[in-house]
């Protein structure tokens, strides 16, 4: 066999009666379980968000708040962006945008590092 046709060897088909449906719902409920700590995601559509996001911070979650459906109000945007500051300095968490319409809330003792992962080095 020629390193072409390694290349542009025909794939072998499988059937779908191969495979077999595995069940994880008993080891979902086991994670879940133990879980001290748990990544919540918001959508904020406006300031009415905002309690729930604080709570789940005090909780000690993490939140990822899209932030999206906000991003054409500039008054409501800056709104929510100086609560959820001021949330996490309350809590000594930490708070950073990812991209344009996505920001993580931190709670207490928890830090986002700011250097992206990289592969190769």
Do not use: C, W
């Not at 542009?8 to 409920?29: G, R």
């Not at 009415?48 to 990822?64: F, H, L, Q, T, W």
């Amino acid at each position: 066999m020629g390193l072409m046709d390694k290349f542009f060897k025909k794939s072998e088909k499988v059937l779908v009666e191969e495979f077999e449906e595995i069940d994880l719902s008993n080891y979902e409920a086991e994670i879940s379980e133990e879980a001290e700590m748990f990544v919540k995601v918001a959508e904020v559509t406006g300031l009415s968000e905002i309690p729930a996001i604080r709570k789940e911070i005090y909780d000690g979650n993490i939140v990822v708040a899209d932030l999206a459906f906000i991003k054409h109000d500039k008054l409501t945007l800056d709104r929510v962006l100086k609560d959820l500051k001021q949330l996490a300095q309350d809590v000594k968490g930490d708070i950073v945008g990812i991209g344009e319409d996505y920001i993580v809330i931190t709670p207490t003792g928890v830090r986002v590092d700011r250097n992206k992962i990289r592969g190769g080095k």
